[in-house]
T-cell receptor
């Protein structure tokens, strides 16, 4: 089986940095995605990690440790528009393009 | 621009009725998926397809069916709608490579 855990909610201040963690337990791990989802909208792709390390993309960075079953999404210089849910999703080597999602972390950015 | 569209965006139906949610993509992706999203559960996979005439069950497939007669469309059918199927339904497609999913805007279904 598989298990993906994320905090349910987080709150941060505009301009600050926030780290959203995701831990997973799955056999045949083959990559991890982060998606952003604003209320009432579709999820949109943020990042993909398959190797250990940090991937930086503008204000957003994503880190993966395969040995620890751990990833985080780092958001810098927070803006009000970053208030959204952030979804962690795992891909398995035996499941081709089928993703398994965590329950998501709802981030509230306050002025 | 290529896109993925769902219809209807909102639907209210009664228990026992058959309902079909449409999904149409112009990305020419072979891989298509249906997820449902409920509070506390995140996105759960219902059915998926890796090409024409290919369909597979996901983790919550009971009460749902799909068909894939062409590359562009993967309609989702609820044979006999139940109140437990009240949810937001997302269709997605993926090309090869990393398998990044592109999502439709969602269909909100209420079963009374």
């Amino acid at each position: 089986g598989q298990n993906i855990d994320q905090p349910t909610e987080m709150t941060a201040t505009e301009g600050a940095i926030v780290q959203i963690n995701c831990t997973y337990q799955t056999s045949g791990f083959n990559g991890l995605f982060w998606y952003q989802q604003h209320a009432g909208e579709a999820p949109t792709f943020l990042s993909y990690n398959v190797l250990d390390g940090l991937e930086e993309k503008g204000r957003f960075s994503s880190f993966l440790s395969r040995s620890k079953g751990y990833s985080y999404l780092l958001l810098k210089e927070l803006q009000m528009k970053d208030s959204a849910s952030y979804l962690c999703a795992v891909k398995r080597v035996d499941s081709s393009y089928k993703l398994i999602f965590g329950s998501g972390t709802r981030l509230l950015v306050r002025p | 621009d290529a896109e993925i569209t769902q219809s209807p965006r909102h639907k209210i139906t009664e228990t026992g009725r058959q309902v079909t949610l449409a999904c149409h993509q112009t990305w020419n992706h072979n891989n298509m998926f249906w997820y449902r999203q409920d509070l506390g559960h995140g996105l759960r996979l219902i059915h998926y397809s890796y090409g024409v005439q290919d369909t597979n069950k996901g983790e919550v497939s009971d009460g749902y069916s799909v068909s894939r007669s062409n590359t562009e469309d993967l309609p989702l059918t609820l044979e006999s709608a139940a109140s437990s199927q009240t949810s937001v339904y997302f269709c997605a497609s993926a090309a090869g490579g990393t398998g990044e999913l592109f999502f439709g805007e969602g269909s909100r279904l209420t079963v009374l």
